[in-house]
């Protein structure tokens, strides 16, 4: 069982950085690859970003690739989403989720377990 807890979401303007955080619960962190996921009001959920159990392999959506950057640290449980350059159309709410020894799936089917996400808005 993993439990996820997303933070670091808030309000900024385009051009802007925010940094999100998601803490997982439980001793086996470094088995699960980790993605981030978003979901923009009347809008299906989109894949943005995932990271590899080992952390040698990483994905992201077109849309993302150059101003976002996953990464891990297993020691602190945590898996991370930089986020710059941010667009207001970079406005979701964003989710990660865990994958047991998955290889940076896009795929949400693929996911496990999943957090509450945490609410990015970028004004214009």
């Known amino acids: 069982q993993v439990q996820l807890v997303e933070s670091g979401g808030g309000l900024v303007q385009a051009g802007g950085s925010l940094r999100l955080s998601c803490a997982a619960s439980?001793?086996?962190?470094?088995?699960?690859?980790m993605g981030w996921f978003r979901q923009a009001p009347g809008k299906e959920r989109e894949f943005v970003a995932a990271?590899?159990?080992?952390?040698?392999?990483?994905a992201y959506a077109d849309s993302v690739k150059g101003r976002f950057t996953i990464s891990r640290d297993n020691a602190g449980n945590t898996v991370f989403l930089q986020m710059n350059s941010l667009k207001p159309e970079d406005t979701a709410v964003y989710h990660c989720?865990?994958?047991?020894?998955?290889?940076?799936?896009?795929?949400?089917?693929?996911?496990?377990?999943w957090g509450q996400g945490t609410q990015v808005t970028v004004s214009s």
């Open positions: 990271i590899s159990w080992s952390g040698v392999r990483t």
């Open positions: 439980g001793r086996t962190f470094s088995e699960y690859a």
């Open positions: 989720a865990a994958d047991h020894f998955g290889g940076a799936d896009k795929w949400p089917e693929r996911y496990d377990y």
